[in-house]
């Protein structure tokens, strides 16, 4: 008997011993945790397995701003809208290598938007860079600043344009650098183009240091109206090259608080009218019988090409640590070359656009901002009113 238990106390150990085992955790799986990267700034990481670096951002703003309130604007107009309500959404993601020639970087943009009940997606930027080499979708080269209001609820004239395109730019130390770069015509076309032929040729020479920066800007650009303008033109030729040159500086203000600063720039253009700007180049000039006599363009109706001004300047202050005001204004000047019949035409424009924005918590901005410009043109034999634009704004943008 003492035998018979003892082999029974063995067996009932043995069994216990088994079914603890079971119950013992198993090793858990190696985790590739996400590690922090700090090589280009903060807010990067590296995307597991890989030595790339990743910045995943948005920003989120939604506004509401009433348009033309003046005699003759949107709101004497019934078919017209009287404000505008927008809700814009943006997705940033930025990677980054370093490689033996610099570093490799691709930059998307999306932007997701509703606007007085229109749905809308787009491409607001994409690019690849590789060390000095750009190519894709993002700002002109030859955009020099492009304003302090918080909305700019009226254009202002100067250069601001996205365009596709292929440049390389050379740093040379101490803040120099230039930029020679193939764009996208199509972006700079201010009438009726023919189908594309040449992009646009750009340089820039630039210099950014602790007291701000500069740059001068020059661009070719060919001037090929369509099919129709030269099915009937005989005087001008069938197309030109256009030219435009620019030249601005931004000054930090070492008297104010950190981020204030003031600018000036100025741009002219031979048959490039794009280049001095988006507001003029918009005009249609409509007398005072109603009737539209034409609109701006790089060329006239002989075929020669018009020539433009723009000057501007603007200042932001950094008022407090959570608020700060802006400024802009701009003057833009078209020669319309024979803009009816054998007339010449003198356009003029001049706007001006003030905000003031407020940054309670870190990313999280609300802002007002409200603009007037006016339009005037000189032709000989015609009547033409003056056109005035006066807006209001108000915004709310959170950016992560």
């Known amino acids: 008997m003492k035998l018979k238990g003892l082999m029974l106390g063995v067996a009932a150990a043995a069994t216990a011993t088994t079914a603890q085992a079971a119950d013992l955790p198993v090793a858990p ?6 590690r922090v990267c700090d090589a280009y700034g903060s807010r990067f990481y590296y995307i597991p397995g890989t030595e790339t670096c990743l910045r995943v951002g948005g920003r989120l703003r939604t506004q509401f701003v009433v348009n033309n309130v003046l005699e003759d604007g949107n709101w004497e107009n019934r078919d017209q809208d009287g404000y505008d309500w927008l809700t814009r959404g943006y997705a940033y993601l930025d ?5 033996e020639f610099g570093t490799l ?5 999306l932007r997701m938007q ?7 997606f787009k491409l607001d930027a994409g690019y690849i860079q590789w060390g000095g080499l ?7 080269n030859f955009n020099i600043y492009t304003g302090q209001a918080f909305i700019g609820v009226v ?3 100067w250069s601001d344009v996205t365009t596709n395109q292929l440049a390389y730019t050379a740093a040379f130390g101490n803040g120099f650098s230039a930029t020679l770069a193939l764009e996208d015509r199509s972006d700079r076309e201010v009438g009726d183009y023919g ?3 040449m992009p646009d040729v750009v340089a820039a020479l630039g210099v950014s240091q602790g007291w701000g920066s500069a740059q001068l800007s020059g661009a070719l650009h060919q001037v090929y109206p369509d099919a129709a303008f030269n099915s009937t033109n005989t005087s001008g030729d069938e197309d030109s090259l256009g030219w435009a040159i620019g030249a601005g500086a931004v000054v930090n203000l070492p008297f104010a608080n950190s981020g204030s600063n003031i600018y000036f720039q100025g741009f002219y253009a031979d048959g490039a009218l794009s280049y001095i700007g988006n507001g003029i180049t918009g005009v249609s000039v409509v007398n005072n019988a109603g009737t539209t006599l034409g609109s701006v363009s790089d060329y006239g ?3 020669d090409k018009s020539t433009g001004y723009s000057l501007s300047a603007g200042v932001y202050i950094q008022a407090t640590p959570t608020i700060g005001v802006a400024l802009d204004g701009s003057y833009a000047h078209v020669d319309q070359e024979d803009f009816i019949g054998n007339t010449d035409a003198d356009i003029d424009r001049w706007a001006i656009d003030g905000s003031v924005q407020w940054e309670p918590v870190s990313g999280f901005v609300l802002g007002a901002d409200v603009g007037y410009a006016n339009t005037s043109a000189d032709i000989t034999g015609e009547n033409v009113d003056d056109l005035d634009e006066l807006l209001f704004g108000v915004r709310m943008q959170r950016t992560f």
């Open 95 to 99: 990677a980054r290598n370093a490689t």
């Open 155 to 157: 254009t202002r004239d």
């Open 195 to 197: 189908g594309t032929r």
């Open 134 to 140: 750009t190519a894709g979708y993002l700002g002109s």
């Open 105 to 109: 970087r691709a930059y998307v943009a």
């Open 301 to 303: 109706g002989n075929g």
């Open 114 to 120: 509703v606007e007085n009940g229109e749905n809308g």
């Open 29 to 34: 799986e190696p985790v590739d945790y996400v």
